[in-house]
């Protein structure tokens, strides 16, 4: 257990997918896009993103000012995409004309502040699919130190595109 936490906390060097390849993967768009880029992704298992958060985001004008804090549902959007990459990229992933929408997060929980200037590094793992539900789980490290975790439900959805 000791190592693989270890391992959860070593930074990858490699880009898996760009900006560019994970707006063809995923429909959000600025300013609701909350991954710059993948580092690592084993099919149907794991998959690693990052996002670097900067003073620029836009809810830190609102939250808050003058003690900036990236708020909590958005820490879960983040665990949400990092997922629907992994759901749209497996080989017996979700289909080209669908979607995965979040429909829970369950066990939710924030151990420190994410500030501007910090670096998350977003591991989701697949625990269990049952179509059209997939139930994943992710972690979120900063500095190599575990912020977040939680447990996030998302369906399969014929996309309106």
Do not use: C
Request: charged content about 25%.
């Amino acid at each position: 257990m000791q190592d693989q936490k270890k391992e959860e906390q070593t930074e990858s060097s490699g880009v898996v997918f760009g900006i560019a390849q994970i707006q063809k993967i995923l429909p959000h768009r600025y300013p609701f896009l909350l991954i710059d880029r993948v580092v690592e992704l084993v099919d149907n298992e794991r998959v690693v993103a990052i996002k670097n958060v900067t003073a620029n985001e836009p809810f830190f004008n609102g939250h808050f000012p003058g003690n900036p804090v990236m708020p909590g549902v958005l820490i879960v959007e983040a665990i949400a995409q990092t997922g629907a990459i992994l759901a749209k990229t497996s080989k017996d992933g979700v289909g080209k004309n669908m979607q995965v929408l979040l429909v829970g997060a369950n066990d939710v929980k924030f151990k420190k502040r994410i500030v501007p200037g910090d670096t998350l590094r977003i591991v989701v793992k697949s625990a269990r699919k049952r179509r059209p539900l997939w139930i994943m789980d992710g972690e979120v490290f900063v500095d190599g130190k575990l912020v977040a975790t939680g447990s996030i439900s998302a369906m399969e959805v014929a996309s309106e595109e």
